[in-house]
């Protein structure tokens, strides 16, 4: 039964991440187009943003 999930779940999991970034540039994009930021925030939003990214 185990080797029956994991065939199910294989392929299904890396499109869910994939659908996940996806939703957070989305998301990004949308906060970072809305707060209508000068240059100089949205680089450290950018640095913050990217961090975090990295950090997890």
Do not use: D, E, P
């Not at 185990?2 to 996806?22: E, R, W």
């Not at 949308?30 to 680089?43: E, P, S």
């Not at 640095?47 to 997890?56: E, G, I, K, Q, T």
């Amino acid at each position: 039964m185990a080797q029956q999930i994991s065939k199910i779940q294989s392929g299904f999991v890396y499109h869910y991440a994939f659908v996940m970034l996806l939703g957070l540039t989305r998301f990004i994009s949308v906060i970072y187009n809305t707060l209508k930021m000068n240059h100089v925030i949205r680089v450290y939003f950018l640095s913050l943003v990217s961090f975090v990214l990295l950090a997890c």
